[in-house]
Each structure stands twice: as structure tokens, then as C-alpha cells.
């Protein structure tokens, strides 16, 4: 019986984790250990791994829900566990179904800008949504996160002074992600009415992910966009799914839940194929992690705020690192290694043996940088960061 033992989770097997065939896993050479991809290691919730089978041994027909006006099939879902778990009220009816939160973000774009139109965000920004606003012929317009003692914050001046530099109306979108995905930042109430008001000045649509917001730990609040007022209501698009917090990244289904009117119009306009369609199996998987995966998903959190805090008790030589307040991802300044690449990922990955995410990989605010996904059992993340340091120290 290992060290661990007294939560679960803690028995994951390094020989299977290699075996895998997911991006996690399958991107490592023998002998490296993989914390890059946001995939948790951990089995499957029962419930969810129940439901598929039902499903699987039942009807894999076109579905019948097709026509999302009402709502679709898991508008009910996230209406509940909005008011369940946050206590915030939505319509059910504003929600529409997309493969994954990114493809959300381009439909919304897509529907409600114009090329040439600027997107408000912070850095450092996960590389996809970088590459969506992109792609679509939108101008990405950052403003970059700042460390502030133990943790990260926001200049309001210079969120004011970006949203106020371009031609009136040409910064169309403030795009904010709440949990912030690699800080792990949850924003406080009045930072949240902060950028409301900005938002309402600008005349700006909201496009907000939460698709950590399962994964807040004590001490800590996730208060929903949509939730501020109906004012904000009616110009916020939310998105989520349970990819995160339920590891669902590969039944690809996510949730948009789209206030403004116009927008649900124009995308109900282009339903069908033009979008992309949801399948049945990821439609029965989220649909029973939010209904039925509450016990599992405690579990899970337990394992990761202990592990958060592991980081910080074995922080590996010359690294820094704000403790997250939400995710399951650390991210960590090693600017004190001196080393001579802005990214650290090749030099973890080579020397130490242990695959990270590159930090410049999320833009110039991220040089120096590297996140740590702690998604894993007790005796792998210690493994990781004893390798890590090990290879710190040979640098002094």
C-alpha cells in the first residue's frame, strides 16, 4: 500500500497510461512521462461509462433533436446545474449544441462580427482561441494578466484603454475565460462588474468559457457572466462542456448558452450541417456527468487540490508558481533557470523527461513559462517533479 492510499485515483498504472492512444499519451516518446494536454489520467466516471453503454446497446439513429429552437436535449441539463451548483438563472431555451467550445466560438464570430473586427482578451491565451479569432479574420486585442503577490490580476486601465483604441464599434467581442486556462485566476465579483460595465460602454458582445468552472477549490467562487444582470444576460455568450471536469474532451460536445437574440437567430439560421452535429454518445455522456456524476467529480477535485498544493511543497529549484484557485494546471515561471530558449518545454522534455506544455505556445506573456497539467495520480506527480528538479538543480 503506497503512501497515497487515503484518496482515490492514486493507483493509476505508468505501463497503461503509455498504452493509451489519446493525444495525451500518444505524443511521448518511451521514457518520457506526459503532463501537456488538458486530459485528466483518471478513469471515467461509472455513470457516465453506464450511459454510453445504454446508449450503445440501444438506438445509434439519427436523433430527433436536430431543431435546438427549444433548447435541444440538455437545455434543461445546464439550466439546472446553472441554478444547482452557482445558483445563477438562465433560459434553457437560449441553449445550443456544438462539438467542442472552439467550433462555438467561430460559429458565434462568425455570426456576429465582421472580418476586421477586434476580440478583447486576455494573455496568456490559450493557443486554439488565438487561432480561431485568427482564422475567421478577426483581430486578436490582448491585454495581459499580471502576477500580483500569490496570484494573477488585470490592469482595468488598460483594459479600458485596448477596448477604447480602435475605430468606434471595431472592437466588437470581449472574450473572457473564467476559470483562466493556464492561471487558474478565478475572477472576483467586482473584476467580473468591472468588465461588465466595459462591455456595456463598448457596446461589446460577451463571449465567456467556463468550461472550468466545476474545477473551483474552497475558498474560491465561480460566479457566472451571465449571471451579473440581464443586461449582461442578453449580451453574453456562455460556454461550456465537460471536458474538463469530466475528462469528456474526445465525445466532443459542448453547450453554448447564447443571450443575445440576434445571434441565436443567425445561428439557427445555419443549424444543420454547416456547423457541424452533435452525436448521440456525446449528448448521453454530459448529459449523465452533469445529472449523475456529482460524487465522482468531488472525488476528483479532492485528489486535484491536494496535488495543487504538492506542487507547491516540491516546487522544483528556480521555479515559481502561483497556486491555482481553479483547473487542474500549474503554470510555472522558470525565468530563474537562465535558460537560453524562451520556452523551457524542450528542456524538461529532453532532460528531465517529462513532456509539459510549451509556455510561448500562449503568446509573448507566456516566454519563460511552461504548464503543468497535475491531473494524475500522487506517486506520478512525484515522480514528474523529482525528475524536474533534479534536472533544476544541474543548471546551478
Known amino acids: 500500500m503506497n503512501a497515497w492510499s487515503d484518496l482515490p485515483f492514486d493507483d493509476l498504472d505508468e505501463s497503461d ?60 441539463v445546464f439550466a439546472e446545474r446553472m441554478r444547482r451548483r452557482f445558483g445563477a438563472q438562465v433560459d434553457e431555451t437560449h441553449v445550443r449544441l456544438f462539438t467542442d467550445i ?14 476586421g473586427d477586434a476580440v478583447l482578451l486576455h494573455t496568456p491565451a490559450c493557443p486554439p482561441f488565438v487561432d480561431v479569432i485568427e482564422k475567421t479574420g478577426r483581430r486578436p486585442l490582448t491585454v495581459p494578466l499580471q502576477a500580483s503577490g500569490t496570484g494573477w490580476e488585470f490592469d482595468p486601465a488598460l ?6 483604441s480602435h475605430d468606434p464599434g471595431r472592437c466588437r467581442v ?15 465579483r467586482d473584476e ?12 461589446m458582445l460577451v463571449i465567456s468559457d467556463e468550461v472550468h468552472a466545476d474545477l473551483t477549490y474552497p475558498g474560491h467562487r465561480h460566479i457566472p457572466f451571465v449571471s451579473l444582470s440581464d443586461e449582461i444576460a442578453a449580451r453574453t455568450v456562455t460556454l461550456t462542456s465537460g471536458s474538463k471536469a469530466f475528462n469528456l474532451s474526445g465525445v466532443r460536445c459542448a453547450v453554448a448558452h447564447v443571450g443575445p437574440k440576434a445571434v441565436r437567430g443567425a445561428l439557427d439560421e445555419r443549424h444543420g450541417l454547416l456547423f457541424g452535429q452533435v452525436g448521440v454518445l456525446g449528448v448521453e455522456a454530459l448529459k449523465a456527468a452533469w445529472t449523475q456524476g456529482d460524487d465522482w467529480l468531488d472525488k476528483v477535485t479532492r485528489v486535484l487540490d491536494r496535488n495543487r498544493r504538492r506542487v507547491a511543497e516540491r516546487l522544483p529549484d528556480g521555479l515559481r508558481y502561483r497556486m491555482p484557485e481553479a483547473t487542474f494546471l500549474a503554470w510555472l515561471d522558470c525565468r530563474g533557470l537562465c535558460l537560453p530558449d524562451p520556452d ?14 510549451s509556455g510561448p505556445a500562449f503568446g509573448a506573456a507566456g516566454n519563460g513559462f511552461v504548464r503543468l497539467n497535475f491531473a494524475t495520480s500522487g506517486p506520478l506527480l512525484d515522480e514528474k517533479l523529482t525528475r524536474m528538479d533534479v534536472t533544476s538543480r544541474s543548471r546551478h
Do not use: C
Not at 462555438?104 to 472580418?115: E, F, G, H, K
Open 102 to 115: 472552439n467550433q462555438a466560438m467561430l460559429a458565434t464570430l462568425q455570426v456576429a462580427t465582421r472580418p
Open 192 to 203: 467580473l462588474e468591472f468588465l461588465a460595465e466595459l462591455a456595456l460602454r463598448h457596446d
Open 344 to 357: 523551457p518545454m524542450p528542456y524538461f522534455r529532453d532532460e528531465a523527461k517529462v513532456l509539459l506544455f
Open 159 to 164: 483594459m479600458e484603454r485596448a477596448a477604447a
Open 17 to 76: 497510461l503509455l498504452h493509451r492512444d489519446g493525444e495525451k499519451w500518444a505524443a511521448v516518446e518511451a521514457g518520457v512521462l506526459s503532463s501537456w494536454v488538458a486530459d485528466m489520467d483518471f478513469p471515467t466516471a461509472p455513470a457516465v461509462r453506464e450511459a454510453l453503454r445504454r446508449r450503445i446497446e440501444g438506438d445509434l439513429g439519427y436523433p430527433a433533436w436536430f431543431d435546438q429552437s427549444g433548447g435541444g436535449p440538455l437545455g434543461g
Open 174 to 188: 470581449l472574450f473572457l475565460v473564467n476559470p483562466h486556462n493556464p492561471t487558474g485566476r478565478v475572477f472576483r
